[in-house]
């Protein structure tokens, strides 16, 4: 049951949007802030690390900290110690929910939002929780009792909850909904990315498999994300030339080059993946908290018809023979990025939103 402390009215109706420190939790919440009526003034409250103050500052919208610590894989000492650092991590949000007059919160995950969730339960101000993963995180489980409502990005995610869901899809950004894969090229471009921190084992396993292919007499040229360092020393021990970098802002520009990606299962990343209609190999994280990465590649491929393997399922052979059919069958493309392009929701975004205001218009 809602506390029925509410706020002092103010004349502006603030949106607060609680995300934690992954691109995963912030790029969505951006998007989200993006497509609000500038009269309500979106804040961002969570986790400020350097890659959310990086993304926050480019997006030009406020990022505002508050004291939070991980509970999810911890020692027992680590989760005593997050829960009296949730404890005051609230009692800052609810003064910083006070102070900028805030009429909705909205969670994006990432256990930065849990202290903000349970301060807007306390204030009496409406919470709206978004979940973009097939399988719910820590912080959204835990404030599922506290919601008003729960937006999935997947149909997978929304039995476990007991707060009424509505399928929204995942919000992306404007620029990546303007790109349209078109390929093969040759030589075949491949985009390999584990996300906003990285794969380490996509940095070590997959040149040799791409060696492979160049072996089978197919160029390529390949655009690298992950940890720079690993995956230089892999490619150069297989001869082939790569682009590396840890991490890029413009994804739609890597998108729009590439004819094939090997990817991490972040939600987002398939999302993106999905709206561009780009063939994609999938290998979910094996650190990836409740194996939910696992979760997200197999719906994915359930719904898509693309090839995905678990870490330790890893396949050169066949994999390869999947990369070599793209590069060589211009309608096996065409035909895995129809396949692809059934899972896109392109106005996910605008459901988003539509699901916030009607939330903000019901509190009166």
Request: proline share 6%.
């Amino acid at each position: 049951m809602r506390p029925a402390t509410r706020p002092a009215s103010t004349t502006r109706a603030r949106i607060a949007l609680a995300c934690g420190g992954t691109a995963g939790d912030v790029l969505p919440a951006i998007t989200v802030a993006d497509g609000l009526p500038a009269s309500l003034d979106p804040v961002l409250v969570g986790d400020a690390t350097d890659l959310a103050r990086r993304l926050a500052g480019e997006s030009g919208h406020r990022l505002l900290a508050t004291p939070a610590a991980p509970f999810a894989r911890t020692t027992w000492r680590g989760k005593a110690r997050s829960i009296g650092v949730t404890v005051a991590g609230a009692i800052a949000a609810r003064r910083l929910l006070r102070r900028e007059g805030v009429r909705l919160v909205v969670g994006f995950g990432g256990y930065a939002s849990v202290p903000v969730g349970m301060a807007a339960w306390s204030l009496g101000i409406p919470l709206v929780l978004f979940e973009a993963n097939a399988v719910p995180g820590t912080a959204n489980r835990v404030l599922d009792r506290f919601a008003d409502r729960v937006l999935v990005g997947t149909e997978a995610a929304a039995t476990a909850f007991r707060t009424r869901t509505v399928l929204t899809g995942i919000p992306l950004r404007r620029d990546v909904l303007r790109v349209a894969a078109r390929g093969p090229h040759a030589p075949l471009r491949v985009l390999v990315s584990g996300g906003s921190f990285g794969s380490p084992f996509l940095d070590v396993q997959v040149p040799a498999l791409l060696a492979r292919v160049v072996a089978a007499g197919h160029p390529i040229e390949v655009r690298h994300l992950g940890h720079s360092e690993p995956a230089r020393a892999a490619y150069a021990a297989v001869g082939i030339q790569a682009s590396v970098a840890p991490y890029v802002s413009d994804m739609a520009a890597e998108y729009a080059r590439a004819d094939v990606a090997i990817v991490a299962a972040g939600a987002t990343t398939l999302a993106e993946l999905a709206a561009v209609g780009l063939p994609a190999i999938v290998v979910p994280l094996a650190a990836a908290a409740r194996d939910h990465q696992t979760r997200n590649a197999h719906a994915f491929a359930a719904a898509t018809g693309m090839p995905w393997c678990r870490e330790g399922e890893w396949d050169v052979d066949r994999l390869a023979a999947h990369v070599i059919t793209l590069a060589t069958s211009p309608s096996a493309w065409e035909a895995a990025a129809a396949g692809i392009r059934r899972l896109a929701r392109p106005d996910a975004t605008d459901a988003v939103i539509r699901a916030c205001l009607d939330a903000l218009e019901a509190a009166g």
